[in-house]
């Protein structure tokens, strides 16, 4: 199957010929044309890559990007920004896109930026929606913990952020520097490590996942975090984290 592409530009000459190389190399593509169809668009259409412009008509491309990576946070996105731009260019990476083009670009250029991020998304699978654990289930929408001895527990919006980007990732050591980058949304070493570790002793408190003896979150002493068991369905979005000991 093809990859499909949305391109959100207002400018219809640069999008126009955007959609033609991008057609051209075998791609599909879906077309926004201002902030309003464009926000609609990459919330809610089947699409692999987002290229998104930064100034647009109604909803700006910095507002459609935090609404993406709310609603779909493993949905790659490449900014697309005037030469001089350099303060939203910042901004769009701090919030999560993963890479940016600067105006005027050829379409050589463009085709090599997409290729590199399809090439890493491999490794962000659908989002997670729930996470079943040995004890109960991890419900991301509402932010809750459901025992199966009846009781509940909430979960802070970071906590859960963290959670489901270490489950929408099973298997792989994820690095402190990669969770407040993707998690907090800060350049690393802007913030003590020192947080992330007390938010990681709070999640395995809340998952009753024994500290001495992990069967969830493991520490990977010098490299980061490791979440086992949890493998996302593409068809339901959920995960399963089955493990009895």
Same mark, same amino acid.
């Given at each position: 199957?093809?990859?499909?592409?949305? /391109?959100?530009?207002?400018?219809?000459?640069?999008?126009?010929?955007?959609?033609?190389?991008?057609?051209?190399? %075998?791609? +599909?593509?879906? =077309?926004?044309?201002? %902030?309003?169809?464009?926000?609609?668009? *990459?919330? @809610?259409?089947?699409?692999?890559?987002?290229?998104?412009? #930064?100034? #647009?008509?109604?909803?700006?491309?910095?507002?459609?990007?935090?609404?993406?990576?709310?609603?779909?946070? @493993?949905?790659?996105?490449?900014? #697309?920004? *005037?030469?001089?731009?350099?303060?939203?260019?910042?901004?769009?990476?701090?919030?999560?896109?993963? $890479?940016? /083009?600067?105006?005027?670009?050829?379409?050589?250029?463009?085709?090599?930026?997409?290729?590199? /991020? &399809?090439?890493?998304?491999? +490794?962000?699978? @659908?989002?997670?929606?729930?996470?079943?654990?040995?004890?109960?289930?991890?419900?991301?929408?509402?932010?809750?913990?459901?025992?199966? $001895? %009846?009781?509940? *527990?909430?979960?802070?919006?970071?906590?859960?952020?963290? &959670?489901?980007?270490?489950?929408?990732?099973?298997?792989?050591?994820?690095?402190?520097?990669?969770? #407040?980058?993707?998690?907090?949304?800060?350049?690393?070493?802007?913030?003590?490590?020192?947080?992330?570790?007390?938010?990681?002793?709070?999640?395995?408190?809340?998952?009753?996942? $024994?500290?001495?003896?992990?069967?969830?979150?493991?520490?990977?002493? !010098?490299?980061?975090?490791?979440?086992?068991?949890?493998?996302?369905?593409?068809?339901? !979005?959920?995960?399963?984290?089955?493990?009895? =000991?």
């Amino acid at each position: 199957m093809n990859r499909r592409v949305l /391109v959100i530009e207002d400018d219809r000459a640069i999008r126009r010929a955007v959609v033609d190389a991008l057609e051209y190399h %075998g791609y +599909e593509v879906l =077309e926004a044309g201002d %902030g309003d169809d464009g926000l609609e668009r *990459a919330t @809610t259409a089947e699409c692999d890559l987002v290229l998104l412009d #930064l100034i #647009l008509p109604g909803p700006s491309g910095l507002d459609i990007l935090r609404a993406v990576r709310e609603s779909r946070p @493993t949905l790659p996105v490449i900014i #697309l920004t *005037a030469r001089g731009d350099e303060d939203d260019r910042v901004e769009g990476l701090r919030i999560g896109a993963d $890479d940016y /083009v600067v105006k005027p670009f050829s379409p050589r250029e463009l085709l090599a930026r997409i290729q590199a /991020v &399809l090439r890493r998304s491999p +490794e962000r699978p @659908t989002d997670v929606a729930t996470v079943r654990f040995n004890g109960g289930s991890v419900v991301f929408g509402r932010r809750e913990i459901l025992y199966d $001895d %009846g009781s509940r *527990a909430e979960l802070s919006e970071r906590e859960a952020d963290l &959670l489901r980007y270490l489950a929408c990732h099973p298997g792989r050591v994820i690095s402190r520097d990669e969770i #407040l980058h993707r998690v907090w949304r800060i350049e690393p070493r802007r913030l003590e490590t020192r947080t992330i570790d007390m938010h990681i002793f709070r999640l395995r408190e809340k998952l009753r996942d $024994d500290p001495a003896r992990p069967a969830l979150i493991h520490t990977v002493r !010098g490299k980061g975090y490791l979440f086992d068991g949890a493998e996302a369905d593409p068809s339901t !979005g959920k995960a399963n984290t089955e493990r009895g =000991e």
